[in-house]
């Protein structure tokens, strides 16, 4: 794990198909992580209406990617954050120390879809990128092999043990932060 930053607390991206559990993963991580805020981009573009124009065949706003980053950019820079989004690879790679990309099987992608009361044309888009591995490919293309951590996410069990790998990898990413710190201090 190699730390590029002088950041003090992580920076965090969940990613993922619709479905698979990113928002319910980024707020229990910033109920379990003391410093950690939790921020879900699709609401935040809605909220402060980070598009230019909405995809009527989807009923969703097609956001500007600038304006997604210009308004995340000051707070990625203090770090802390967890940022939770279906696609990943318009973020700056520098803004993250880990990348997680969950994962579930299709049955369950479905039935979490369909209880949110998608159309049939948008889950049916849904499971084909899942399957189609189209958010696996986007991070792998846009952020370096260390920091992605690839975890299924299908039932509680589960959550709980990725909520544990995660806080794991976090105690060595801060063990290797302040071995930097000192090692700066020396110099």
Not at 17 to 28: I, R
Not at 41 to 56: A, E, H, P, S, T
Not at 101 to 108: F, G, K, M, Q
Not at 122 to 131: A, L, S
Request: proline share 3%; net charge negative; charged share 25%.
């Amino acid at each position: 794990m190699e730390i590029e930053n002088n950041r003090q607390k992580p920076n965090i991206l969940i990613t993922g198909t619709p479905g698979v559990g990113k928002s319910t993963l980024g707020k229990l991580l910033s109920e379990h992580i003391e410093g950690l805020q939790y921020v879900d981009v699709g609401l935040l573009i809605n909220q402060k209406k980070l598009y230019k124009q909405w995809n009527q065949e989807f009923n969703v706003p097609e956001f500007d990617q600038d304006m997604v980053c210009d308004e995340l950019e000051q707070a990625m820079q203090i770090g802390g954050m967890i940022i939770d989004f279906h696609t990943s690879s318009f973020f700056p790679e520098r803004w993250f120390d880990l990348v997680v990309l969950l994962r579930t099987n299709n049955t369950v992608l479905y039935d979490r879809l369909k209880a949110r009361g998608y159309e049939e044309k948008k889950i049916t888009e849904n499971i084909e990128c899942e399957i189609l591995d189209v958010s696996k490919d986007e991070v792998e293309s846009s952020y370096k092999q260390n920091i992605i951590m690839e975890l299924n996410n299908e039932e509680v069990p589960q959550l709980e043990q990725n909520i544990l790998q995660i806080i794991e990898y976090l105690k060595q990413w801060k063990q290797i932060q302040l071995q930097k710190q000192q090692q700066q201090q020396i110099q």
